[in-house]
Nanobody, 116 residues
Framework: QVQLVESGGGLVQPGGSLRLSCAAS????????VNWHRQAPGKERELVAS????????NYGDSVKGRFTISRDNAKNTVYLQMNSLKFADTAVYYCSAAKAFITYWGQGTQVTVSS
């Protein structure tokens, strides 16, 4: 069964850190490009970070550059999003997606809340 499962969300204070995980089952995640997206209440979904399947090239949205890092652990079939220096504006549901050719898989999302 093909699945993408996000985990690692939670409640954190401004300036804190979280690491989100996107774990794949039923397919080899390393052969897919992976994106992290987020959606805050009342806002459109936003692309946060991407990592390519082969060279592992990364790209980030302007709002998270220098604070977030996307990475892979191919042995664990998992992609991570390390989030540092979190801000109130980072509060959202975070989703990962994996894409190759005409196939895209989505996870169910994990809530990140930045609050004092």
């Amino acid at each position: 069964q093909v699945q993408l499962v996000e985990s690692g969300g939670g409640l954190v204070q401004p300036g804190g850190s979280l690491r989100l995980s996107c774990a794949a089952s039923g397919f080899t995640l390393s052969t897919y490009g992976v994106n992290w997206h987020r959606q805050a209440p009342g806002k459109e979904r936003e692309l946060v970070a991407s990592i390519s399947s082969t060279a592992g090239n990364t790209n980030y949205g302007d709002s998270v550059k220098g604070r977030f890092t996307i990475s892979r652990d191919n042995a664990k079939n998992t992609v991570y999003l390390q989030m540092n220096s979190l801000k109130f504006a980072d509060t959202a549901v975070y989703y990962c997606s994996a894409a190759k050719a005409f196939i895209t898989y989505w996870g169910q999302g994990t809530q990140v809340t930045v609050s004092s």
